[in-house]
């Protein structure tokens, strides 16, 4: 068994990647929403029957999964309970106390995913320095147990005051709910996120239990499902991390593959940053429902420790559920292939956040679509070969396109049915970049300066207007680049992330013995998950600290490198670095303090080819001809190449149109692309 597939679950489109033998076959399939693994096992099969291969020939399967996201999203989680410190049931509906929408007065705070009636309060006490101030009242279970049966409660969460320093109440509570109640599926926010801040702690805690029942069938269904058809391999899962982990600890802890797919596009464009030889760049994945902007400085993706899911105000900080894991730092918009576009009561158009998905997807997918959306704009300006897409074994349908931008667009704003898709295509490109813009601004990042590298379904074909609206002069656009996140699980590195909260005064009284024993254990606690998929590789360790002024209230992550010793002098000039890169100045004659410690654990990515030289050669003849609207309303004739057809070292001049199966590249009139010595599309702005 030599072979490894690589599947990624969009809302729109299931993505594959087959690797053997240095070669790759890629595919794409509609998802199958009611049951993904429907769409997974069937185009598993037919993958398969492309490559030549067996199904006993693949040694791994790597999965990513919106499955998680989804269930949050659209409340079809399991029915779940919160275990919660007396006198605290309502933190998790009090959030923040703030309003993260000032001036609207209809303001909706996302709904807690437990009700208050099972947020069920439990007598314990511990200090914040893990003191038992008062100890589990064990009396209460019989009675809690009770209620739980009545309430036909499937998964509970447990989440006790200052658990993260000692976690004895949760466990102690956990064994007894699991001799009163064997049938349920127990979270311990100590477990899933043991770090200060009981918001984030339990409502992480909240959404890992809400998930968990519903991730464990999916997933075992879906190992039986490839067993059954005799891929016998281990199943490993991509976390949001850009990592794998193995199927036992996805299904024990389903909040860390929430962002899985995006991570694995953000793997994916470090690996093509560094065979091209570019060290910041912007990752951009563009695919049905969303799209996805990352930034990678010095060919490290930028890592944050939380994020938020189901927001109220899609883009709006504070308005979703705040979950606190280890995920690839990136801002996520509903801009993608499948986005609709409406006319609002300003006659503005708006495009996304709405999405037609797969089902009914586009208009012009003829599956009964009726609004117009970024895919049928791109049909209706010639972007998209009706004839070429998914490799000719869907086509489009150009007339109802046509009829629903026309219906929902054209009379509304008394334009004609190009004028109004390029309108669609105008708008979705400036949310994109604007977007790009605030992300970087936010963390003191220079855009321009950068390089692009673009995939996903629908990214190849607005890479180059985002890019000219960015200040960008070059774009990479990868092989297989339709299915670019399913490549970067393949290039993916098996590994886990620990953090503990551990206070620490950059002082006199800062015990460099203690933070010594602190990563020993998480060194040992992240080696037993790692080793239970790679026995033998050599393991790299990050290590890093979440850093603050005394008195502040937020903090930022340190990285600290390997051959750093870890003292009060070296933690300040760290911090200090750190904090000058993000705000220009550090606040002197303030001690700096440490809150958490992270360490991250993983096994070595495979190895970046060399990108060989292949000197500018041939000036590529079109297979065609086809009159298209560029990015300035014209209407320009467009040669049509297919990707197959190039080789390295030919060069093409736009306005043209590079076809394959997946995606297709738009090269705008005012960019010249050429083929790389890996066979890359490289577009540069002339």
Known sequence: MTARLAVDIGGTFTDFALESCGKHWTHKLLTTPQAPQLAVLEGTGQILAAAGLQASDIAMVVHGTTLATNAVIERKGAKTALLVTEGFRDSVEMAYENRFEQYDIWMERPPSLVPRNLRLPVPERLSARGDIIKPLDESVFPEIARTLGQAQIASV??????????????????????????????????????????????????????????????????????????????????????????????????????????????????????????????????????????????????????????????????????????????????????????????????????????????????????????????????????????????????????????KHISKALGLDGKRAALAISEIVEENMANAARIHGVERGKDLPKRAMVAFGGAAPLHAARLAEKLGLRTIVVPTGAGVGSALGFLLAAVSFEIVRTRYSLLDGSFEVGAIAELRKSMREEAETIVRQAEPNAALDEAWAADMRYNGQGHELAVPIPAETPVTTANLKALFEREYMNQFGRVIPAVPAEVLNWTLRLSAPEPKARACPPAERGRQVKSMSVSEIIDSRGEKVSAEIHLRADLIPGDVISGPALIVEDETTTFVASNFDAHINGLGYIVLTRS
Not at 198 to 213: G, I, L
Not at 287 to 312: H, M, N, W
């Open 157 to 406: 969460a447990v989440g006790f005051l200052h658990s993260y320093v000692d976690p004895v109440h949760e466990v102690k509570a956990r064994d007894i709910l699991a001799r009163l109640a064997p049938h349920l599926s127990i979270t311990l926010s100590s477990e899933v996120s043991p770090e200060m801040r009981e918001y984030e702690r339990w409502s992480t805690a909240c959404v890992n239990a809400y998930v968990q029942p519903v991730m464990e069938r999916y997933l075992t269904r879906l190992q039986e499902g490839l067993r059954e058809r005799g891929v016998a391999c281990p199943l490993y899962l991509m976390t949001s991390a850009g990592g794998l982990t193995t199927l036992a600890v996805a299904q024990r802890f389903p909040v860390r593959l929430v962002e899985s797919g995006p991570a694995g596009g953000a793997v994916l464009a470090r690996h093509i940053a560094e065979e091209c030889g570019f060290r910041d760049i912007i990752s951009f994945d563009m695919g049905g429902t969303t799209a996805k902007i990352c930034l990678i400085d010095d060919l490290q993706p930028q890592y944050s420790r939380s994020f938020e899911v189901a927001r109220q105000y899609r883009f709006l900080k504070g308005s979703g559920l705040p979950i606190r894991v280890p995920v690839v730092e990136m801002v996520e918009i509903g801009a993608g292939g499948g986005s609709i576009a409406e006319v609002d009561a300003l006659s503005r158009v708006k495009v996304g956040p709405e999405s037609a998905g797969s089902e009914p997807g586009p208009a012009s997918y003829g599956r009964g679509g009726t609004h117009p959306t970024v895919t049928d704009a791109d049909v209706v300006l010639g972007r998209i070969r009706a004839d070429h897409f998914a490799g000719g074994r869907m086509r489009l349908d150009e007339k109802a396109a046509t009829a629903a931008i026309d």
